[in-house]
């Protein structure tokens, strides 16, 4: 069911309004965003607290993507996690720099988290409602709840610049203008998002608490499989019914979220040495130690869904009840939300966008988020972060230099300024995306001393630019 468009701040989290007087006046740079996802909420906000005149679209509610449902601002859909905050993985150190950076999506994850272990996850409802609130409130952001239809839309005139931050499921008219402008074919692959269910429906004489690698921690739900519940169950993945795409369009999915029947599909063992791996955790109902265990994350605070990790998919409806309802514990559960499938569009940055992320074939329009080609929420949030930095430097005649490769941030958007030995294709943050250590160093130490040198790196930055 569709939210009310958002009315008030929810209870527990403090009203925060910004103190910036009104810019809004002559003579003042103006900023169109189109989309107000992470990346478009991000860039928004970081033009706004440098004192640029924002004005940011956002078609909903008047008009919703195929996975959207809810009227707030940043509105997560894959899943309430941002990953790992352990300073030795390239998305810990992400999460660090972002903080550094006043990022306004890691204050709202900061301010809405649930448990979720080493992993930063937040309560979904909590965190737009948290973004909506300070972009609403902000005295130099102007929201327009409207659809930009194409990059020649009237309304986008007389701006100094325009920031298309309308993410991989831009509507079809605007993705359309898009493609046209930069004079080809638009890049695509397929995402798939995981089941929630209710805590009510779960078994808890066979699912148990626990956390592979925190013993202690009792972040995940746990739901054991023997031998042979796990290969009648990965069968039922590889015959379930599944959403096909259509004649035109060609799958490609991304390695870091593929669905679970395409797991599955590369060898009966590909999911338990993967998602369902049974390592670090102990069934308290059973002697037998299990042959795989299916992990659930909490969605909110009070524990009363959850989410399977791991299991994106693009079964059709019917198939997802059928076979989750043979994972134990989950015989009898209530879907909130069934997983899909959705069209993910990208452009090819390296040969389409500046080192600036403006379009080369239209000078004065930006790409953020993951339309240029990063993946992943705090990624999205980083590109908008990062271009919301450059147009307020260029503005105030300031110069601002890119951070250095060797940074999280540094990184991640070299990537789009890398040209692919094959293809051009989406990437989360990693320490592959930093250049190499300049010595053999242990495999045991080598993300240690990436994390090391990363933060060196960072800190040396933030030294110059101030």
Sequence with gaps: MRHEQYSGFPAGIQQIHSVNNDTREFGVKKVAVVGGGLAGSECAWRLAE?????????????????????????????SNSFRSS??????????????ELGSLVMQAADETSVPAGKALAVDRALFSAYITERIESHANIELVRD???????ERLAGFDAVCVTAGPLASQSLADSLVEAIGGKGLYFY????????????????????????????????????????????QALLDGEKVQP???????HFEGCLPVEEMARRGEMTLAFGPLKPVGLTNPHSEEKPFAVIQLRAENRDKTAFNLVGFQTKLKYPEQKRI?????????AEFLRLGSIHRNTYVNAPEVLTDELELKAR???????????VEGYLESAACGLWLGM????????????????????GALMGHLQTEPVKRFQPSNINFGLMPGLKKRIPKKFRKEKYAERAQAAFEEWMGIIG
């Design 147 to 153: 659809e930009i239809v194409s990059l020649d839309d």
């Design 86 to 99: 352990e300073p030795g993985t390239g998305i810990g150190l992400l999460h660090a720099e972002m903080r």
């Design 191 to 234: 995402d798939a998002i995981a089941p929630i269910v209710s805590r009510d429906s779960i078994d808890f004489s066979k699912a148990f608490w626990g956390s592979r690698w925190r013993p202690e921690d009792d972040d995940y739900l746990n739901c054991p499989m023997n031998e042979e519940e796990y290969k009648a169950f990965v």
């Design 363 to 373: 000078p004065g329009v930006y790409l953020a988020g993951q339309i240029t080609g």
């Design 246 to 252: 259509h004649e035109f369009e060609k799958a490609i």
């Design 390 to 409: 450059l147009l307020g430097a260029r503005f105030a005649d300031r110069e601002l230099t890119h951070p250095p490769r060797e940074t999280a941030l």
């Design 324 to 332: 989750f309802r043979m994972i134990p514990g989950l015989e009898n």
């Design 50 to 78: 440098a004192g640029v005149s924002v004005t940011l679209f956002e078609m909903k509610p008047k008009k919703y993507s195929e996975a959207h449902e809810q009227d707030g601002l940043a509105e997560l859909i894959c």
